[in-house]
């Protein structure tokens, strides 16, 4: 209350809508509530509603993973990759980080009437490079155009198959208490980048995307330590949104330690600049793991013996909590609530 006497709180964003707006594809509590009040109750089946990023069925001879993905990033071309690379590392980490191999991708494409043929080619030049990187095939596709002004250039739409070994059994609902949490490195690249790009700041360095395949990191952690929980790669909403889905899936509390959170002093800078909050900005090529405290040095050790883990941390730990918050405990000593993001700080970035 101020010295008038006029109460003074914080704004609640609004979470009541009759229409779609961008924080519905955000990540954070109004993509969460979509899909509680209209696809949940519609669609949910056993599978659907583990909420996991990719769903592992039984087959004849074993277990797939099956993944999709819409991307519909602006700019399309940004530091460090473009639409389609992002489409084929964001359908491969979503399988890899449950534990899959992959094996094959589908991509859709809806393309705007008067996109350069030129820009095209080199998306799809793009998308080809990145399959041999991740060693998966493209084996089918579908082309949509759509009128001038209706599609933003393009926008990539992508599907992925691959196998889970006997043994391997991650989940979202599996952290427990005293297990550590991994991170494989520096958070918000791939936001930064993005903005930069598209609102023309500039760095004394070069800051790229993050963007790239995990199979390899989540394998190497997998088998250093079998008795991992669970892994996710930290996009929309950034590792505060993965860290929230992991708490309220599993029942548990988190703590955080924000000194072991690693971030790039340009990306810090641009936040601060921004006001933007590094713990809720996308990133493309990091991962999450929660592992049993006994095989926590174990995974970290594995986890840096690998590109995408070569700045890897034990930034926390899995708690009981009730109230399933996640807790940060700050550099300056007193802890903050991570609150689940409402929408989105920057929209249209994956």
Same mark, same amino acid.
């Given at each position: 209350?101020?010295?008038?006497?006029?109460? *003074?709180?914080?704004?609640?964003?609004?979470?009541?809508?009759?229409?779609?707006?961008?924080?519905?594809?955000?990540?954070?509590?109004?993509?969460?509530?979509?899909?509680?009040?209209?696809?949940?109750?519609?669609?949910?089946?056993?599978?659907?509603?583990?909420?996991?990023?990719? /769903?592992?069925?039984?087959?004849? &001879?074993?277990?797939?993973?099956?993944?999709?993905?819409?991307? $519909?990033?602006?700019?399309?071309?940004?530091?460090?990759?473009?639409?389609?690379?992002?489409?084929?590392?964001?359908?491969?980490?979503?399988?890899?980080?449950?534990?899959?191999?992959? =094996?094959?991708?589908?991509?859709?494409?809806?393309?705007?009437? &008067?996109?350069?043929?030129?820009?095209?080619?080199?998306?799809?030049?793009?998308?080809?490079?990145?399959?041999?990187?991740?060693?998966?095939?493209? +084996?089918?596709?579908?082309?949509? +155009?759509?009128?001038?002004?209706? %599609?933003?250039?393009?926008?990539?739409?992508?599907?992925?198959?691959?196998?889970? #070994?006997?043994?391997?059994?991650?989940?979202?609902?599996?952290?427990?208490?005293?297990?550590?949490?991994?991170?494989?490195?520096?958070?918000?690249?791939?936001?930064?980048?993005? =903005?930069?790009?598209? !609102?023309?700041?500039?760095?004394?360095?070069?800051? !790229?995307?993050?963007?790239?395949?995990?199979?390899?990191?989540?394998?190497?952690?997998?088998?250093?330590?079998? %008795?991992?929980?669970?892994?996710?790669?930290?996009?929309?909403?950034?590792? #505060?949104?993965?860290?929230?889905?992991?708490?309220?899936?599993?029942? $548990?509390?988190?703590?955080?330690?924000?000194?072991?959170?690693?971030?790039?002093?340009?990306?810090?800078?641009?936040?601060?600049?921004?006001?933007?909050?590094?713990?809720?900005?996308?990133? !493309?090529?990091?991962?999450?793991? $929660?592992?049993?405290?006994?095989? /926590?040095?174990?995974?970290?050790?594995?986890?840096?013996?690998?590109?995408?883990?070569?700045? /890897?941390?034990?930034? &926390?730990?899995?708690? !009981?909590?009730?109230?399933?918050?996640?807790?940060?405990?700050?550099? +300056?000593?007193?802890?903050?609530?991570?609150? *689940?993001?409402?929408?989105?700080?920057?929209?249209?970035?994956?």
């Amino acid at each position: 209350m101020n010295r008038n006497g006029i109460p *003074l709180a914080c704004p609640i964003p609004k979470t009541d809508f009759d229409h779609v707006v961008m924080g519905h594809g955000g990540g954070g509590k109004q993509s969460a509530d979509l899909l509680r009040t209209v696809f949940l109750p519609m669609l949910g089946n056993e599978i659907l509603s583990r909420l996991e990023d990719q /769903a592992t069925l039984r087959w004849p &001879g074993g277990r797939l993973a099956f993944t999709t993905d819409s991307f $519909v990033v602006r700019p399309i071309f940004f530091p460090g990759g473009d639409i389609g690379k992002l489409a084929v590392t964001g359908t491969v980490n979503d399988l890899a980080v449950g534990g899959a191999r992959p =094996l094959f991708l589908s991509a859709a494409f809806i393309l705007e009437e &008067g996109l350069s043929l030129r820009d095209l080619e080199r998306v799809v030049r793009s998308m080809r490079d990145a399959c041999l990187e991740a060693d998966v095939t493209l +084996v089918t596709g579908d082309t949509k +155009v759509v009128d001038k002004g209706k %599609g933003d250039q393009l926008f990539i739409t992508t599907a992925g198959v691959g196998v889970v #070994a006997d043994g391997i059994s991650l989940s979202v609902q599996s952290a427990r208490p005293g297990d550590r949490i991994l991170l494989s490195g520096p958070i918000g690249d791939h936001g930064i980048a993005i =903005l930069s790009q598209r !609102e023309g700041i500039e760095f004394e360095s070069t800051l !790229e995307s993050d963007a790239a395949p995990l199979t390899d990191l989540a394998q190497a952690i997998l088998r250093a330590a079998p %008795g991992t929980r669970l892994m996710r790669d930290p996009t929309r909403g950034g590792l #505060a949104a993965t860290l929230h889905e992991i708490a309220q899936a599993s029942r $548990v509390g988190i703590r955080l330690s924000e000194a072991r959170v690693p971030i790039r002093p340009e990306v810090k800078g641009a936040c601060e600049m921004l006001g933007l909050d590094p713990l809720y900005v996308a990133n !493309e090529g990091k991962l999450v793991a $929660v592992v049993p405290a006994a095989q /926590a040095d174990r995974a970290l050790l594995a986890a840096r013996t690998e590109s995408a883990g070569k700045n /890897a941390t034990l930034v &926390g730990e899995i708690v !009981e909590d009730e109230s399933r918050m996640v807790i940060l405990d700050s550099v +300056v000593g007193s802890p903050r609530v991570v609150h *689940l993001p409402a929408g989105t700080q920057l929209p249209r970035i994956c």
